[in-house]
């Protein structure tokens, strides 16, 4: 079946505008998580969805990150007023929850913001 | 916060050769992942394990609950393995999504 999609593929904006990337998780799984990798920083996590759970803000590295999950399925990442050290590949990843549920990753949306 | 950590960093082997690579983390924790970067981007999750030992076909994933280290192994080395290979543990307090990544080791298979 159709795997983790992300979209866009790339995505160049200009400091201060603001961006949205979209993640279409896999059909029937419930957990759906973002990630990001930096340039020389590895990957770091952002937020975490679980069904109907709150959700695990915990990574947004500041406010002018958001997310949501409409409907339990479609996520939609929002970085607001973007600055040049949002510059990186932003990843999706779901799964059918639980410890022991593998994560599928999608491409990734890598920003680049000048 | 848990802390991950991988060796080595970077990893140049001929094809054939048995490769290991190390992962230990700081913190007790539910399962530890290993994911598989090839260039281009694409990450795939390799295993999550919480006790003992995993094969899929030349890979071999172990982990030391107790010593808190896990190790990747790959038997008979191909230059297709060349890729980054990540651990990654979940952050102490933080939920199953909230994982620690290790800064990933670079392998070069050489035919």
């Known amino acids: 079946g159709a795997g983790v999609s992300q979209s866009p593929s790339n995505k160049v904006t200009e400091k201060g505008k603001d961006v949205e990337l979209r993640c279409d998780p896999i059909s029937g799984h419930t957990a759906l998580y973002w990630y990001r990798q930096s340039l020389g920083q590895g990957l770091e996590f952002l937020i975490y969805?679980?069904?109907?759970?709150?959700?695990?803000k915990s990574g947004l590295p500041s406010d002018r990150f958001s997310a949501e999950r409409t409907g339990g399925s479609v996520s939609t990442l929002t970085i607001q007023r973007t600055q040049q050290e949002d510059s990186a590949v932003y990843l999706c990843?779901?799964?059918?929850?639980?410890?022991?549920?593998?994560?599928?990753f999608g491409n990734g949306t890598r920003l680049t913001v000048t | 916060k848990n802390e991950v950590e991988q060796s080595p960093q970077n990893l140049t082997a001929q094809e054939g050769e048995f490769i290991t690579i190390n992962c230990s983390y700081s913190v007790g924790i539910s399962a530890l992942h290993w994911l598989q970067q090839h260039p281009g981007g694409g990450i795939v999750s390799l295993f999550m394990?919480?006790?003992g030992k995993k094969k899929h076909g030349r890979l071999i994933a172990t982990i030391n609950i107790q010593e808190k280290h896990s190790s990747l192994h790959i038997t008979a080395s191909h230059p297709r393995d060349s890729a980054v290979y990540i651990c990654?543990?979940?952050?102490?307090?933080?939920?199953?999504?909230?994982?620690?990544f290790g800064k990933g080791t670079k392998l070069s298979v050489k035919p």
């Open positions: 990843a779901s799964s059918l929850g639980g410890f022991n549920s593998p994560l599928h």
């Open positions: 969805f679980q069904g109907n759970s709150a959700p695990d």
């Open positions: 394990l919480s006790s």
């Open positions: 990654a543990a979940p952050n102490y307090g933080g939920s199953q999504g909230n994982l620690i």
